[in-house]
């Protein structure tokens, strides 16, 4: 079974923090993301990596910032965190494939943001 | 992206069939459908896709009507543990690195409530 894993499932922060959100697969794939629950919002893209050292802006990056240093590790950052960023984090990861629309994402439990 | 409508809510008796429906009138003939639950407190889960032909899986089965303009999320045997809310996603590609991958929209989904 894919596991991802995610470094809290509850973090409490103050404005201004600078936080680390962690996150970390085990099934060697290449596309990892970021997305953020907001209750009548849905889920929301941050930021994906389609490979190590690379990353793509997702729909709403603004206030956020990723790294990809190794295959199965993608941590996001919030550089100075502000109360509109509390809300539910999920990361997911799945296989890149050549003919797309064939990728299933693996969820990560995901982790409850308070910023205070 | 192709939008999906879903019912905001349905019941289900133990033990009986859950038949969840979705609307996709618009799209493409690429794109694929997904389903995706989401038990509460947890990370989406994925439960089958398909892009023309019926689906099934250990999960569920997916039925695509010829048009492609509807599917319905089938749960043979629906158990309290299937109590959640069901999303329908339409994947369009996005490109990245020379490779194409899907991206998921999640809309509001059906919340199943599954009853003893």
């Known amino acids: 079974d894919v596991k991802v894993t995610q470094s809290s499932r509850y973090l409490v922060k103050r404005t201004g923090e600078k936080v680390f959100l962690e996150c970390v697969q085990d099934m060697d794939h290449e596309n990892m993301f970021w997305y953020r629950q907001d209750p009548g919002l849905g889920l929301r893209l941050i930021y994906f990596s389609y490979d190590v050292k690379m990353k793509e802006k997702g729909d709403i990056p603004e206030g956020y910032s990723v790294s990809r240093e190794k295959k199965e590790r993608f941590s996001l950052i919030l550089e100075s965190a502000s109360t509109n960023q509390t809300s539910m984090y999920l990361c997911?990861?799945?296989?890149?494939?050549?003919?797309?629309?064939?990728?299933?994402?693996?969820f990560g439990p995901g982790t409850r943001l308070l910023v205070l | 992206d192709a939008k999906t409508t879903q019912p905001p809510s349905m019941d289900c008796a133990e033990g009986r069939a859950a038949n969840l429906p979705c609307n996709h009138s618009t799209i493409s003939g690429n794109e694929y459908v997904y389903w995706y639950r989401q038990i509460h407190s947890q990370g989406p889960q994925y439960i089958i896709h398909g892009l023309k032909n019926n689906e099934t899986n250990e999960m569920a089965s997916l039925i695509i009507t010829e048009d492609r303009k509807s599917s319905t999320l089938i749960l043979p045997h629906a158990t309290l543990r299937d109590t959640a809310v069901y999303y329908c996603i339409v994947s369009p590609a996005m490109s990245a690195g020379g490779t194409s991958y899907g991206k998921l929209t999640f809309g509001q989904g059906t919340i199943l409530t599954v009853h003893p």
């Open positions: 997911a990861s799945s296989l890149r494939y050549r003919v797309w629309g064939q990728e299933t994402q693996y």
